[in-house]
C-alpha cells in the first residue's frame, strides 16, 4: 500500500487527510484505503 500511496499525488493525499480529519497512526491506513481509520 505504500508503493500506492507514493504514486499517489500529494495533493491527493492531503484532501483525503483533511476529510479524514488526519489520524496519527491511522494517518497511513487512511491514505492507502480511502477510510476514515483515524476514528
Do not use: F
Not at 500529494?10 to 491514505?31: C, I, N, Q
Amino acid at each position: 500500500m505504500q508503493s500506492k500511496n507514493a504514486q499517489t499525488s500529494s495533493t491527493t493525499l492531503a484532501a483525503v487527510e483533511v476529510l479524514d480529519g488526519g489520524g496519527g497512526d491511522g494517518d497511513d491506513g487512511t491514505r492507502a484505503g480511502g477510510v476514515d481509520l483515524s476514528l
